[in-house]
């Protein structure tokens, strides 16, 4: 963490090693919260150095992570267990834990999600806090444009610094561990394209085109191609580059809503755009798919789950994610989801998960977004900025190598 909090270290080393006689009296009852995290680590373990320097085990009863934690202050245990992973993050920024692989830390907790239950997660006045400011930020039409611009309108410099050429920020398919990005990226999308059963001359609607990238692949397979973004910065990215291709006359990229588009399509595609949607508008999503795609139509998605059995605990808490990355965004409760979809007339067909994809692609964009920095294309952004970004990116790959999250791609008919 260099010298990010260095003068907090040394204040919570001096309250928790004999700085005073509230330190000696307070840590054993802080230890104790320890104890409850010890008793449900099913699988791997921590191996923790605390704030009097001397160490303890959690867990490590079946295989698993081995994560490797040093805990600079107590205060750390008392923010994660009142504000879960909020707490968690505002500590790690504090620089009252750290790590030298936070990625294991995550994938522990996701691992063993399950057992864990409430522990790690907000509580009292905190869940209350972060449920308002979450319901705030609901993806009503009115407000869906600012949140989306609150993540994706930080400039197309930013993302062109460390994503790869095509510009796509959802997983890749790896055909190995050696593959190129890119390569990997291309395959994802020819993947979903593939369920389409396109012919030339079809036309197809993608909602959340991003940069353009499916696109311009479905154009040069003959396909005519409506994209829908609420990012101007997106659509001025993705204009450019299908003038660049030569394809203008076959894709037009809107900036529209979802809710608004009431025409006639041959199929639909949408990667990684429903988790922005929000529990309260699945209906309306997938009342957008069938309304919009003619009878036998097909249409594709990749999207994010969370655990269904562990659903409704993360949907009350909105986590590190919400809060700080993608306001109003909620990951699938998947057999919830298919349910609507049936309601619908949308088959759920042909379901495949591939959640270690995501893990690899995650840890390809942290270290081009580290390359990013030290070559100083992200000039501009503060170093808390960046921290942030790290911890984004960390996060998401544990809970991908954990399992309580996954990423697949279905196939829907419109019966």
Same mark, same amino acid.
């Given at each position: ?19 005073? @006689? ?8 802080? @230890? ?34 081995? =994560? ?8 750390? *245990?008392?923010? *994660? ?79 062109? =610094? ?21 390569? =990997? %990226? ?5 993947? *979903?394209?593939?369920?389409? %059963? ?20 479905? $154009? ?17 990215? $993705?204009? %450019? ?6 394809? @203008? ?46 009878? $036998? ?17 993360? =949907? ?55 390359? @990013? ?43």
């Amino acid at each position: 963490m260099g010298s990010r909090g260095d003068h907090l270290v040394r204040a919570d080393r001096r309250f928790a090693t004999g700085g005073g @006689a509230v330190a000696r009296l307070l840590a054993p009852a802080f @230890a104790r919260l320890l104890d409850p995290i010890d008793r449900r680590l099913k699988q791997g373990g921590i191996r923790l150095t605390l704030p009097d320097r001397s160490t303890r085990s959690l867990g490590f009863r079946a295989s698993g992570p081995a =994560a490797v934690v040093s805990l600079r202050s107590w205060m750390a *245990l008392l923010r *994660l267990a009142t504000s879960g992973s909020v707490g968690w993050y505002k500590a790690w920024t504090l620089g009252e834990w750290s790590s030298p692989d936070p990625v294991a830390v995550f994938e522990l907790f996701s691992l063993n999600a399950a057992p864990l239950g409430e522990i790690g997660r907000a509580k009292g006045v905190s869940r209350w806090v972060n449920a308002v400011a979450h319901r705030l930020r609901d993806n009503a039409p009115r407000k869906a444009k600012a949140n989306i611009a609150a993540h994706y309108d930080l400039g197309n410099d930013f993302y062109s =610094a460390w994503l790869d050429r095509t510009m796509t920020y959802s997983s890749a398919r790896f055909a190995s561990r050696a593959e190129p990005l890119e390569d =990997a %990226q291309r395959r994802k999308v020819a993947d *979903l394209l593939d369920r389409l %059963q396109l012919k030339p001359g079809d036309r197809l609607l993608e909602i959340g085109c991003g940069w353009g990238s499916l696109a311009i692949q479905a $154009a040069e397979r003959g396909v005519s191609v409506v994209g829908l973004t609420l990012s101007d910065e997106q659509k001025s990215w $993705a204009d %450019q580059k299908i003038r660049d291709a030569g394809l @203008a006359d076959r894709i037009e990229i809107r900036l529209q809503d979802y809710r608004e588009t009431a025409e006639q399509f041959d199929a639909v595609a949408s990667v990684e755009m429903v988790e922005a949607v929000g529990r309260r508008w699945w209906g309306a999503y997938l009342d957008s798919i069938a309304r919009n795609l003619r009878p $036998a139509g097909r249409a594709a998605l990749q999207f994010i789950s969370f655990d269904a059995k562990m659903f409704d605990q993360y =949907a009350r808490n909105p986590d590190f994610i919400q809060t700080y990355i993608f306001p109003g965004g909620l990951l699938l409760n998947e057999p919830e989801f298919a349910a609507l979809a049936a309601e619908r007339g949308l088959s759920w067909d042909d379901r495949e998960g591939f959640r270690l994809d995501y893990a690899e692609t995650l840890k390809r964009w942290r270290d081009r977004y580290d390359e @990013a920095v030290e070559c100083g294309a992200l000039e501009g952004f503060g170093e808390a900025f960046h921290d942030l970004w790290r911890y984004y990116l960390m996060y998401c790959e544990g809970g991908f190598r954990g399992g309580v999250i996954d990423v697949a791609q279905v196939t829907m008919v419109r019966s």
